[in-house]
């Protein structure tokens, strides 16, 4: 009985008559705890002792746990002697009410003797517990064995000396075979495997044996171990009969273990075996055997020789030679073995009196054998023959043409029997053949036929070669009654039979012009013939024709030009609808009715078209415009199967009429007429210059429609007129209800007519007409006006476009002068005075300067100087006439002063200027 030692994991206890529940008193080393077992009042005192199996090799069935604890007696119970109930279980959690120990586990009671109040290791066996080994949890449960016993009846003391020990029994493997070994290293076929020295273990006695093998082709490179065979058996020696390899040359070894009845678990090592089993290869046959001589007559001797033989593995011990005969070298009889030459060389020769009869086929075949048995593959030595005497060859042979598309005759004569006695008569004549590129390398011979015949003489209908050009020569020989070993020779033709050569198409076909626009009339040309063989004799032309030279028609013959030339020519109309090809192709034929291989195809003729052409006349119906105009064109013409079906405009912007911007795409007309018209815009900027041009596109697509005309004049944006200049203004005010104001017009760049708008405040705009720039105004409104105004005036061409504006505020300053009356109103400075005050503001009004006035005082100045003051006023308001009429010539007639040339002060000459004022 092996034993091994328990893991104490740790101690718990519990007091009270119930169920242990899972975690109460958590188990804790046993060298922190102490804990009784009995009972003390109602409460039951059970210790709980946490172990762990471990891992053992043996057989654990039967096994027990013996504990040793360290036990002092219980102050309470007082007794040496004590009887506690024990359960093994697996798991801590005891059972509900009354007795607490776990039900269904292994247990029992045991007494504890002489206990004294000392530590004293107490021991006792748990003899029912099978534990599971390899780190399994167990519990040991302790409590009090009878009811009624009270008090504490043992404590088991904390310490280190607590232990659980596993009682089991053990086993131990079985011992390999000391020896292992073949009884033979090369074998042809089986051979024994012996082994020895196997042992028992303990527990575990012999059962047999397990035989593995692996292979390798080299004795070193191995496979894998392959299970062969299990041997039931109880002895320490054995055998097994095994095979060598079932490849030649390869090497197997073998290894062994012992069994063992514990079970695989114990089963021995594997002893392997200490030499390897080669298989046997096989010898060589001969490489070489033949007979000395082909043919041989009877009571002749012949040798029989070979060479090359070589041993595999084991050395060559002999040779077998076998022979067989047959009368036509087709049926032949068994193989009989002649003899068995012993001898190690590698070669060898025998030799025999041949005693058969004539017209009899032999054959041998030899083959090597070894010392251990082996066989080499047979090796033929061939055919010999038992002969007589042969038919003769003809003595001429040949063909009836030496050139030929089809058939030709061969024809013999001059053969003859084999010898007088009748035995080898002619029976017929077989006929072959062979071919030549060049009448000088010539290929194999190839069976052309058999004539069955009697007669010296015969003939056959012969094909020349497939292949063009090449050539064939035949060969005859007789055929006679005593077999093919008595034939005769062959006899070779005298001439050779040549298969024509076809003629080779023109390398060079023509059709010319390439483009037509006409009658379609096309020449073509060829050049480059290559003859075959025979003559040429004809030229073949076909055409085909095509819309548009993609989906071409079928072929369709032309002519057929006789002709032994290399070269020629011939004329063909082609088609002659515009958009058509027509394409033509040629080959030959020679004087045998023989074709060229292939055609020779010209280039494509095309039926053009031509283009439409471009208008004569292009114009615009105006060169200066605010909006669309027109433009017209003529003089289009359509093309060869090129109709009109319209024109494409296009146009050019300039910003001076000299230097052309892109021209862009304006529109396409569809119009079938030689002319048209379209309506154009003017550029979108103004001043600026537009071209346009004209082509005429036809139904025969972009590629056909004629060159552009440019128009013959350009069309322009009208500019507008320049901002009219006003006349200069020093400010003033003027007296006059519709006052003049004074200005000029500016360039107008088209040269167009302008028109001056005047727009007075909110009155209806007064309109003047403007002969050419820099003409002088003076425009008025057309109604009174008071206070200040603000003016606006610009400028209008023809075609209603506007100049900027310049506007103006002019100030109209009311009439009140004092009151003047002839006869009544005594004239006096005051009066004049108040004229050169209104005067000076019209004066500036006009831009002129105040006046230079001769001083006048009140009461002081001599009534003497009157006139110059009146002079003076005169030529102040002439001054404003003047600048008026400047601007508008007669705007302002001369007015007729009253005579003041009596130097005599007059109301009138004062009243008159008033009034004239209220008109400047």
């Not at 005891?94 to 586990?105: D, E, H, L, R, S």
């Not at 044996?209 to 299990?230: E, K």
């Not at 083959?367 to 042969?390: E, F, H, N, P």
């Amino acid at each position: 009985m092996a034993t091994a030692a328990c893991t104490i994991n740790g101690i718990a206890y519990y007091a009270g008559s119930g169920r242990i529940p899972s975690g109460v008193d958590t188990f804790s080393s046993p060298e922190d705890r102490s804990t009784y077992v009995g009972k003390t009042s109602d409460a039951e005192y059970t210790t709980i002792i946490k172990f762990t199996a471990p891992s053992v090799a043996g057989t654990l069935a039967g096994g027990t746990v013996t504990f040793t604890l360290p036990i002092v007696i219980g102050s309470a119970y007082g007794k040496s002697s004590v009887t506690v109930k024990y359960a093994v279980s697996s798991n801590g959690d005891g059972a509900q009410g009354g007795n607490i120990m776990p039900a269904g586990f292994a247990g029992g009671t045991v007494t504890f003797a002489g206990l004294t109040a000392s530590i004293k290791n107490m021991s006792f066996t748990c003899p029912a517990f099978n534990p599971t080994p390899g780190g399994t949890v167990w519990y040991l449960w302790l409590t009090k064995a009878d009811s009624a016993v009270a008090g504490d009846l043992v404590q088991i003391y904390k310490g280190s000396n607590h232990a659980a020990t596993l009682n089991y029994t053990a086993v131990t493997a079985a011992g390999a075979p000391t020896a292992c070994s073949v009884s033979a290293t090369l074998a042809e076929r089986q051979t024994t495997l012996s082994w020895s020295g196997a042992s028992a273990g303990v527990g575990n006695s012999i059962t047999g044996y397990q035989i593995q093998y692996r292979d390798s082709p080299d004795n070193s490179s191995w496979g894998a171990w392959t299970v062969l065979s299990t041997v039931s058996m109880t002895a320490a020696s054995g055998s097994l009969t095994v095979d060598p390899p079932a490849t030649r040359g390869y090497y197997r070894q073998y290894q062994v273990r012992t069994l063992g009845s514990a079970g695989s678990g114990y089963y021995s090592a594997w002893r392997v075996s200490s030499n390897t089993l080669r298989r046997n290869t096989l010898p060589g046959a001969p490489t070489s055997a033949g007979y000395s001589k082909a043919t041989v007559n009877r009571g002749d001797s012949i040798t029989l020789s070979w060479s090359g033989a070589s041993a595999g593995t084991s050395a060559i011990a002999k040779y077998i030679l076998q022979y067989r005969t047959s009368p036509n070298a087709s049926a032949w009889s068994a193989w009989t073995t002649y003899s068995q030459p012993v001898t190690s060389a590698a070669s060898g020769s025998i030799t025999w009196t041949e005693t058969a009869s004539p017209l009899l086929y032999v054959q041998w075949q030899i083959l090597t054998q070894d010392a251990l048995g082996a066989q080499s593959a047979w090796k033929a030595a061939g055919t010999y023959t038992i002969v007589q005497i042969a038919c003769g060859a003809p003595t001429a042979c040949a063909v009836s043409a030496e050139l030929a598309e089809g058939s030709a005759t061969l024809s013999w004569s001059g053969a003859s029997a084999g010898g007088t006695d009748g035995t080898n008569t002619i029976t017929g004549y077989e006929v072959q053949f062979r071919d030549s590129p060049d009448n000088s390398a010539w290929g194999a011979w190839t069976a052309a036929g058999t004539v069955s015949a009697a007669a010296a003489s015969g003939s056959l209908t012969v094909a020349p070669p497939s292949a063009r050009g090449h050539y064939r020569q035949f060969q005859v020989r007789t055929l006679g009654s005593a077999g093919s070993g008595y034939y005769s020779a062959w006899l070779l033709s005298s001439n050779t039979l040549r298969k024509n050569t076809l003629p080779a198409a023109p390398d060079t076909f023509t059709a010319s012009p390439a483009s037509y626009t006409s009658d379609g009339s096309i020449t073509l040309a060829w050049s480059g013939i290559a003859p075959g063989t025979s003559a040429l004799a004809q030229a073949e032309i076909s055409k085909c024709t095509s819309a548009g030279g993609s989906a071409w028609g079928s072929w369709s013959v032309v002519s057929a030009v006789g002709t032994t030339d290399t070269s020629g020519s011939a004329s063909d109309t082609a088609a002659t609808l515009s958009g058509t090809c027509t394409r033509y192709r040629i080959r030959v034929k020679d004087s045998l009715g023989a074709w060229s291989a292939s055609y020779t195809e010209s280039n494509s003729v095309y039926c053009d078209y031509t283009s439409v052409g471009a208008p004569t006349a292009c114009s615009l119906a105006a060169t200066l415009s605010e909006t669309a105009v027109l433009l017209s064109w003529s003089g289009a013409s359509a093309g060869y199967g090129n109709a009109i079906t319209g024109y494409e405009v296009q146009y050019r912007d300039s910003a001076d009429g000299s230097a052309w911007g892109e021209w862009m795409n304006s529109t396409t007309v569809a119009n079938t007429a030689a002319s048209g018209s379209l309506t154009v815009s003017p550029p979108a900027f103004r001043g600026y210059c537009r071209q346009f041009r004209v082509r005429t596109l036809g139904s025969a697509g972009s590629g056909y429609c004629s060159g552009w005309i440019l128009s013959g004049n350009t069309l322009r944006r009208n500019q507008a007129p320049a901002v009219p200049l006003l006349a200069p203004t020093g400010g003033g005010s003027s007296f006059n209800p519709r006052p003049f104001v004074l200005g000029t017009a500016d360039t107008e760049p088209d040269g167009n007519v302008q028109t001056l708008k005047a727009a007075f405040g909110t009155q209806a705009i007064v309109q003047q007409a403007i002969a050419s720039a820099g003409q002088a105004f003076a425009v008025r409104p057309a109604a009174n006006i008071s206070g200040q105004v603000q003016v606006t005036i610009y400028m209008t061409d023809s075609f209603g476009v506007n100049s900027g504006s310049s506007i103006r505020t002019i100030k109209v300053d009311g009439a009140d002068f004092s009151a003047i009356i002839p006869g009544k109103t005594r004239v006096r400075a005051a009066h004049v005075t108040e004229l050169r005050s209104a005067i000076d503001k019209l004066r500036l009004y006009y831009g002129l300067g105040a006046y230079s006035w001769t001083p006048i005082t009140p009461n002081v100045t001599s009534t003497g100087d009157w006139a110059t003051h009146v002079l003076e006023l005169r030529a102040a308001i002439g001054d404003i006439i003047q600048t008026v009429n400047t601007f508008a010539a007669g705007s302002i007639p001369a007015p007729a002063y009253t005579d003041i040339s009596d130097g005599v002060p007059k109301a009138a000459a004062l009243t008159e200027l008033q009034q004239l004022l209220l008109t400047l």
